[in-house]
């Protein structure tokens, strides 16, 4: 099942080596991630980290949530991470979130991760609905999801709470082709 391999990057689930790498980029990126992800702060601990990384394992088992790192094939490096969460099986879909360290944003990293996820989360997990949920004011998460294909539905009003605030969001949605 893992990693998934794309042309620059393995997929995979994190594991407690990667929590160095993942602590140096969320320090690196709480200027522009920050401003999404409540995670993404100094205060993000290593022992955080990794009880988060320990949970994710037990969700991949699970099939529950598949949160992955996106390691760069040539260096070992962690670049970010991709996944499918908040899966509701009898509904057959999931939620698709990405993000990119700060140092590697604007080389559609991202785009290629959502690519393989997406492939995944219809032919490995037999979904047949994912979503991608972004802050309405996000745009570079936006450019992601339409330029992976996924088509617009409207804006969810109070949808996300970021930094403790109900936030509008962009609802979009990727389906099999058929």
């Known amino acids: ?38 995670w993404c702060t100094d205060e993000y601990s290593i022992p955080e980290m990794s009880r988060w990384v320990a949970q994710s394992a037990l969700r991949i088992k699970e099939g529950m949530a598949f949160d992955l790192a996106i390691i760069e094939q ?5 670049m970010g991470s991709v996944g499918i969460n908040s899966i509701q099986s009898g509904y057959q879909m999931g939620n698709i979130g990405y993000w990119v360290r700060q140092s590697e944003q604007g080389q559609q990293i991202a785009l290629e ?25 996000n745009l570079p998460s936006r450019r ?6 996924a088509r617009f539905e409207g804006i969810a009003y109070n949808r996300l709470v970021i930094h403790g605030h109900p936030t509008d969001a962009a609802m979009y949605s990727l389906i099999p082709t058929r």
Not at 10 to 36: C, H, M, N, Y
């Open 74 to 78: 040539n260096s070992g490096r962690l």
């Open 1 to 38: 099942m893992f990693p998934l391999i794309t042309p620059r990057f393995f997929i995979r689930p994190f594991t407690p080596d990667d929590i160095p790498q993942l602590a140096e980029a969320v320090r690196e990126s709480k200027d522009t991630l920050g401003r999404w992800l409540s």
């Open 144 to 149: 992601i999801a339409e330029k992976a294909g």
């Open 113 to 137: 991760a959502v690519k393989a996820i997406t492939a995944f989360g219809f032919d490995q997990l037999g979904l047949t609905r994912l979503e991608i949920i972004a802050a309405e004011h």
